[in-house]
């Protein structure tokens, strides 16, 4: 504990001498989720995330989460520099979306907007016409098909297919999914809800159909831990990563959680919803980067330029 301490305060310290400021996702760590609250940065949601690193001041901005983020983070603000813990933090939407093989895709159906998930790499984002995040990504399908546009959606099949079923609009999906959330199973989560019926449940959209099917509220992150407010529920089940608990005790003191069951979710594994590069984040490695400025990320500045037109496009709607 106390060695954890001093690592904080050091976190501390680096952060002023290096004009640094930390973004951090609610999957990561509580402890970094804590340091980045108290010492002015943000937690948030992958689109709050992207908006908080490009209107704030500070010439470096540490993000702790996943890959794309940084490179979001970067593409938005090349003038500054973007440290990351660990470079190899990435993310399976990402990993199942290479950009040559989705530059192919794209040209076989020139008819379609082409709109992807922020989960994806730089070279992607350049390729497409609008990026969105789970907060946004219904509000700008439903845009895009009242003006009879047809769409092309890439990667992860379960928001793309969630968000076709709202919408009704035309889409065509790549294949991708998360291999946190589609480890959350149905029938498993009916029979959780049996057990809590008074229980709100509460799932990210990159969980399959037949879970997003039971749930109260799907949403981003935020708009997840948003609805713990919701006044007389007492008890929540939830469908996405545990890391996110954290801030819902917080935020609903007193309040019950329950994690949504998973494939193995069982007496043997306590904690399968946990995205293994998230976990990637911790004070060691984030103090080490401020330290020595390594784990930059770097994007070349034509690739960057285009991938800022599509989420420059998200972020004007979303204001
Ligand atoms: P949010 O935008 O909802 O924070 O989601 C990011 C993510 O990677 C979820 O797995
Ligand atoms: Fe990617 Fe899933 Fe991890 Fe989010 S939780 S970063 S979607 S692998």
């Known amino acids: 504990a106390a060695e954890k301490v001093a690592l904080k305060e050091r976190i501390k310290r680096l952060l002023i001498e290096k004009q640094a400021v930390l973004v951090a996702h609610y999957y990561v760590d509580a402890d970094l989720q804590d340091l980045a609250e108290e010492t002015g940065g943000c937690v948030s949601d992958s689109l709050e995330m992207a908006r908080f ?27 500054k ?8 933090a990435t993310c399976s939407l990402d990993l199942g979306c290479p950009a040559d093989e989705f530059a192919a895709f794209c040209d ?27 907060s946004i990504g219904l509000d700008i399908v439903a845009h895009l098909h009242a003006q009879g546009k047809k769409i092309l959606w890439a990667p992860d099949k379960h928001l793309g297919g969630y968000i076709q079923k709202k919408t009704g609009a035309d889409m065509l999906l790549w ?20 057990e809590h019926p008074n229980a709100m449940v509460l ?12 749930a109260d509220v799907v949403g981003s992150t935020s708009q997840l831990i948003a609805a713990t407010l919701t006044p007389d529920v007492q008890e929540f089940i939830v469908a996405t990563d545990n890391g996110i608990l954290h801030k819902m005790r917080l935020a609903a003191p007193g309040k019950r959680f329950i994690e949504a069951p998973t494939a193995g979710n069982s007496a043997t594994c306590k904690s399968c919803a946990h995205c293994p590069w998230m ?17 930059a990320i770097e994007i070349d500045a034509e690739t960057s330029q285009k991938a800022k037109v599509c989420i420059d496009r998200m972020l004007d709607f979303a204001a």
């Open 203 to 214: 799932v990210h959209p990159e969980s399959p159909a037949a879970v997003v099917a039971l």
């Open 279 to 295: 976990a990637m984040n911790g004070l060691q490695n984030l103090a080490d980067v401020l330290e020595s400025g390594r784990n």
């Open 175 to 194: 294949q991708g999914s998360c291999l946190v959330h589609d480890e959350f199973k149905g029938v498993e989560l009916e029979l959780l809800k049996q």
């Open 53 to 79: 690193g490009r209107d704030h001041p500070a010439r470096t901005l540490v993000v702790a989460g996943v890959k794309f983020m940084g490179e979001t983070a970067k593409i938005l603000s090349p003038e």
């Open 81 to 88: 520099t973007v440290l990351m813990p660990d470079l190899d």
């Open 108 to 134: 076989a159906h020139p008819d379609r907007t082409v709109v992807v998930y922020a989960n994806t790499s730089a070279a992607v984002k350049a390729r497409a016409d609008w990026m969105v995040t789970s």
